[in-house]
């Protein structure tokens, strides 16, 4: 047993030299100092004139130094097309970037309601992108974004990464918001493309709700108002956290869990859907039902008062998905496409803003935290 070891090793110690040796060049490694590792991508356009832009692409990285600091290492590059803002941005740089460990792509709002097909495709075909970096669109330019100092991060790519993953807590926002989501939804029949949208304001920059497309264009982007009640209806399994206040001091805080089912019914050309909500947590503060730790009454009237405001919340949100916003914010289209046919030549948008769609509303509370003082 011990001699067949040694010949397997023997054999792998071969292998390994004729590797290196007929490897040559291919085989070189390049040390990190030499690189841009990149954290954060940005796309916007420059507008020529009617019909005729020029894309703006640029990249953040991380540039490590010999004495082991970070510097954050801005390149933008200018083009006809996406592809040639690459040549352009490296006449302008010292240092090659790699693209591979990208946490982030920032999409101007004037480049979004312009069309990102053709940044998709480009993505989509290198294989070296990582699939997992989360797609934001941004008022304003990337730049200003990029430029940004967030305190205790190297590069603010960082910063709003981990803003757009922690985000999953406290607003009902689910984590897929990553470029694959994107591939997948584009063009897929009764599905849309949702990003978050940020903004640098006094404190800082922030998320200040969602960007939904049409196809690959922007099509509206919602307020936090909005965000929070579209992420609990398009969504299942969210978290988030809901309010009665009566004035400044009677009020209560509910961080519930979302769990979501809809169901579709046809007749004729028209459409129901039925969206059932129910949300399950625990009291956070109360200052408005006194006694819910040993009064059941209490806690029942919470759970229904609460029921009929979010009720309240989705029906005036739904009347505004229709008549303002004309989109299929909740992915309905998905839902009646999967039960009765696909490729029909259907506009969703235009059927699900047609459409008769109720909600229902379900609350428990089974948490009530430590108790009373």
Known sequence: MKKNMN?????????????????????????????????????????????????????????????????????????????????????????????????????????????????????????????????????????????????????????????????????????????????LSMDAEGKNVVSPYIEIMEDGIKITGVAVFKKDKLAAVLDMKDTKIMNMLRENKVKGVLTIQKDSDKYVNYQGSSKRKITCRKVGDKYTFIIDLNLEGEIINNELYKGMATNVGATKRFEDDMAKQVEEMCNQFLDRMKNKYKVDLLQLGWVAAAKYGRDTGVDWNEVVSNSDIKVNVKVHVDKLGRGQY
């Open 7 to 183: 010949i397997i090793f023997i054999v792998f110690l071969c292998i390994t030299l004729i590797m290196v040796l007929l490897g040559g060049e291919k085989m070189k490694m390049k040390s990190v100092e030499d690189l841009g590792i990149s954290v954060g991508v940005g796309n916007g356009i420059n507008k020529n004139g009617e019909g005729n832009i020029m894309y703006r692409v640029t990249t953040t990285a991380n540039e490590y130094k010999e004495d082991a600091s970070v510097e954050a290492l801005l390149g933008t590059g200018t083009g006809s097309t996406i592809g040639k803002t690459r040549e352009n941005r490296q006449k302008k740089i010292g240092k090659e970037f790699f693209l591979g460990l990208s946490k982030i792509y920032i999409v101007d709002e004037e480049f979004a309601k312009y069309g990102i097909r053709d940044m998709i495709d480009v993505i989509f075909k290198n294989t070296v992108v990582n699939e997992n970096a989360f797609l934001v669109v941004c008022k304003g330019r990337n730049e200003e974004y990029f430029n940004y100092t967030s305190p205790g991060y190297d590069n603010s790519a960082d910063y709003i990464s981990d803003m757009i993953k922690n985000s999953v807590s406290y607003n009902f926002f689910k984590e897929d918001y990553m470029l694959k989501n994107a591939f």
